[in-house]
T-cell receptor, first 111, second 116 residues
Framework: QKEVEQNSGPLSVPEGAIASLNCTYS??????FFWYRQYSGKSPELIMS????GDKEDGRFTAQLNKASQYVSLLIRDSQPSDSATYLC???????????FGKGITLSVRP | KAGVTQTPRYLIKTRGQQVTLSCSPI?????VSWYQQTPGQGLQFLFE???????NKGNFPGRFSGRQFSNSRSEMNVSTLELGDSALYLC???????????????FGEGSRLTVL
């Protein structure tokens, strides 16, 4: 199993829809989880962090964490064309304290 | 507040040469991490420095090395370049070390290395 795995994508949603991005991780003891957004030709930028089971909301973004299932997700409500980017899931792995990234999923929001 | 600054932004080298990349972190940030990004492998962790000490290292050969200076600026060096080293090298800074469980990184724009 890969350390941090994301659906290969790409994902295409219409403007105004909810985009759901999923991520699983292998290290059960991990405690810190992050979502980064990377626009084409740009560097990644942090958009959400989550440390406890449940939901964390920030504007149109909601991060969800389920440690028992080793699953973290990002929901983007009312998706906008400006949300079109690659979204990277990152986990600070308990075993080695390395921030490990998934390969990312490319989201395209159709006007 | 100035962001993370990486130099050079672009460089072309030939096989067998070596390259040094530089990173200046955000003021007050003591941790600098380096990542290699390629289309096939995504973002892969190279190493992390905190207060001039290497705190963590990824699974890269010894040709990849780094260091951090007392002002938190960092350099990474790749010796005996191979074609497969062509990639975007990203530096990221943070207030605390990844050993503390953090992952809130601020990335620079990267140095794009092409090896011919």
């Amino acid at each position: 199993q890969k350390e941090v795995e994301q659906n290969s994508g790409p994902l295409s949603v219409p403007e105004g829809a909810i985009a759901s991005l999923n991520c699983t991780y292998s290290d059960r003891g991990s405690q810190s989880f992050f979502w980064y957004r990377q626009y084409s030709g740009k560097s990644p930028e942090l958009i959400m962090s989550i440390y406890s089971n449940g939901d964390k909301e920030d504007g149109r973004f909601t991060a969800q964490l389920n440690k028992a299932s080793q699953y973290v997700s990002l929901l983007i409500r009312d998706s906008q064309p400006s949300d079109s980017a690659t979204y990277l899931c990152a986990v600070n792995m308990k075993a080695n304290s390395k921030l490990t990234f998934g390969k990312g999923i490319t989201l395209s929001v159709r006007p | 507040k100035a962001g993370v600054t990486q130099t050079p932004r672009y460089l072309i080298k030939t096989r067998g040469q070596q390259v040094t990349l530089s990173c200046s972190p955000i003021s007050g940030h003591r941790s600098v991490s380096w990542y290699q990004q390629t289309p096939g492998q995504g973002l892969q962790f190279l190493f992390e420095y905190f207060s001039e000490t290497q705190r963590n290292k990824g699974n890269f050969p010894g040709r990849f090395s780094g260091r951090q200076f007392s002002n938190s600026r960092s350099e990474m060096n790749v010796s005996t370049l191979e074609l497969g080293d062509s990639a975007l090298y990203l530096c990221a800074s943070s207030r605390t070390s990844g050993r503390m469980g953090t992952g809130e990184l601020f990335f620079g724009e990267g140095s794009r290395l092409t090896v011919l």
